[in-house]
């Protein structure tokens, strides 16, 4: 490979690589949602006043990391659309 070349599969590599960790930490997210809503609903808790500042601090956190995987997904789909563009200057210029 000519050393000056755009490198598309190492690039697309991290991509990839980035893509699979946001979805398994999507995935981490949605259960941590699941357990906060089953301690919502549960009437289990011994004493009921740190249960609603609990699914607050739940809520709060669930909120960042919402917010978190939004801004990592436009990253994602940001560097996709570079990797396409560099790949048809390379095409065009070689």
């Known amino acids: 490979m000519n050393s000056y070349s755009?490198?598309?599969?190492?690039f697309s590599s991290v991509i990839e690589s980035l893509q699979t960790q946001l979805d398994e930490y999507s995935k981490i997210v949605e259960k941590i949602m699941?357990?906060?809503?089953?301690?919502?609903?549960?009437?289990?808790?011994?004493?009921?006043?740190?249960?609603?500042?609990?699914i607050s601090k739940c809520d709060e956190?669930?909120?960042?990391?919402s917010i978190f995987i939004?801004?990592?997904?436009?990253?994602?789909?940001y560097l996709k659309g570079k990797n396409s563009a560099m790949e048809s200057l390379e095409d065009y210029y070689t």
Do not use: C, M, R
């Open 34 to 54: 699941n357990l906060k809503d089953t301690i919502a609903n549960s009437n289990e808790w011994v004493q009921d006043t740190i249960k609603s500042p609990f």
């Open 6 to 10: 755009y490198d598309s599969a190492g």
């Open 70 to 77: 939004t801004k990592l997904e436009a990253h994602v789909n």
């Open 61 to 65: 956190y669930l909120l960042f990391y």
